[in-house]
């Protein structure tokens, strides 16, 4: 999946600032509020720090420190709020993310608990479920904290393109078409990563199944006794630097053409504090302005970057969390509207029942039909594979027959609420599970 348009770019950003809306409303609200306040204090922090250097300047030529020693104060007192700003924000970070955690496990389990049985059958979507569940919060909270940057850096943009508008608005062209090809360099690199983690997902499922059985308890035994550790050892130590292979190759290439982009970079940025030293003197200006000027090319430059490196970070997280609400969206085949309640099950009725499993062409069934009835004993008897535990399937609505139906209580098992059907039957299957948990909880 790779996102074209920026249609698509922007509904992905809007669905995680409502996924963190809705996981926290007022948590959202003041992290947004704090770092727009952050945003907006650095551009003034530089300006008081420019005001402060002409006060000292002036104060040492006339031996007068106070009114110096006042706007450092000033400046002291406007970084210390910065400070204690930049903690409450971390603090408001650790709880968002914490609530954003509880709340799409949430929605991810209860999605997985309501799939149709045919969505399991297809290994692909075990590796849909991987990607969902390892890599969604992370990235959803990524999102945030990267849009949260992209407010930031727009707001000290705007104050030091204020600032250098009064030398020459020439260098903000320059300076923002210099950061361009990085982040055509980011993006690229962005999607390769994402191509390569879409194409291990299966083998890094395998690996986690394999790392889970040697660590489990019955399986020690018969590894040690067949000496069949070491082979599953040297599997995954091969797996893993397949992928260290790769991931060297690409992120080298990328590094050197990084390298070289900064290189022509620094020699354009130096050219510029040349040209605004030498402005600044030929107009007679102070050593304040010439750091205020000097220290908004910097800025400029860091908040265009910051921007860029944030719109190119939202893409990749996008690629990833994109995989979230594709899943939230499936909807389930077998929840129906207009479901009818039973009160108790006197009769299950299969009529000219067909049934073969998803992806498969042999019927297992073929024009059953018989009546159970309350009160009555019924055992199914037939070889492997002819049936028997196909038809408790259907009976559970685990599956939906071919063609035919199954009548319940003479309706239709698909116009039942499965909840209260279900919870009127008990079924031990022969590969029963042993929950990890106390024998009562059991």
């Not at 019927?363 to 038809?391: A, H, M, P, R």
Request: some cysteine; proline content about 1%.
């Amino acid at each position: 999946m790779r996102m074209k348009n920026i249609k698509e770019y922007t509904a992905i950003i809007v669905k995680v600032i409502k996924l963190s809306y809705l996981s926290s409303k007022k948590y959202t609200i003041i992290l947004w509020g704090i770092n727009i306040m952050i945003g907006i204090a650095f551009p003034i922090s530089t300006f008081i720090w420019s005001i402060f250097i002409d006060k000292a300047t002036i104060g040492i030529l006339s031996n007068e420190w106070k009114i110096a020693a006042l706007w450092l104060g000033g400046y002291s007192i406007f970084w210390f709020i910065q400070n204690i700003l930049n903690v409450i924000n971390e603090y408001i970070e650790n709880i968002l993310s914490a609530k954003l955690n509880i709340y799409t496990t949430d929605k991810i389990m209860k999605c997985i608990a309501d799939l149709p049985m045919e969505y399991f059958d297809k290994s692909e979507n075990y590796d849909k479920i991987q990607k969902v569940n390892t890599e969604s919060n992370m990235r959803s909270m990524s999102i945030i904290k990267t849009l949260i940057n992209l407010i930031q850096g727009i707001l000290t943009m705007l104050g030091t393109v204020i600032i250098l508008l009064q030398v020459n608005w020439i260098i903000l062209i320059i300076l923002f078409f210099l950061c361009i090809p990085t982040l055509v360099l980011s993006l690229n690199l962005s999607f390769e990563k994402y191509n390569i983690y879409n194409a291990r997902v299966k083998d890094m499922r395998f690996i986690s199944f394999l790392k889970n059985m040697m660590s489990e308890y019955e399986n020690i035994k018969e590894l040690r006794v067949n000496l069949s550790s070491e082979f599953f050892i040297n599997y995954i130590d091969k797996k893993y630097r397949e992928f260290l292979k790769v991931d060297r190759k690409i992120q080298s290439k990328y590094s050197f053409k990084m390298i070289g982009m900064d290189c022509i970079e620094q020699i354009i940025i130096c050219s510029m504090r040349i040209y605004l030293l030498i402005n600044v003197v030929i107009r007679n200006m102070s050593i304040g302005q010439l750091s205020l000027h000097i220290n908004s090319i910097d800025n400029f430059r860091n908040s265009i970057i910051t921007i860029l490196n944030t719109m190119a970070s939202i893409y990749e997280d996008g690629l990833y969390v994109n995989n979230l609400f594709e899943f939230l969206e499936i909807k389930n085949n077998i929840m129906r509207e207009n479901q009818k309640y039973i009160q108790e099950i006197s009769k299950v009725e299969f009529r000219h029942v067909w049934f073969k499993y998803p992806n498969t062409e042999k019927y297992i069934l073929e024009d059953i039909n018989f009546v159970i009835e309350k009160g009555k004993s019924y055992s199914f008897v037939g070889l492997n594979g002819s049936g028997k535990t196909t038809i408790i399937k259907l009976i559970l609505n685990l599956y939906n027959p071919t063609r035919g139906e199954i009548l319940v209580n003479d309706i239709n098992l698909s116009n039942i609420d499965m909840e209260e059907y279900l919870s009127k039957i008990g079924v031990v299957f022969q590969d029963f599970m042993k929950y990890p948990l106390t024998i009562s909880e059991n």
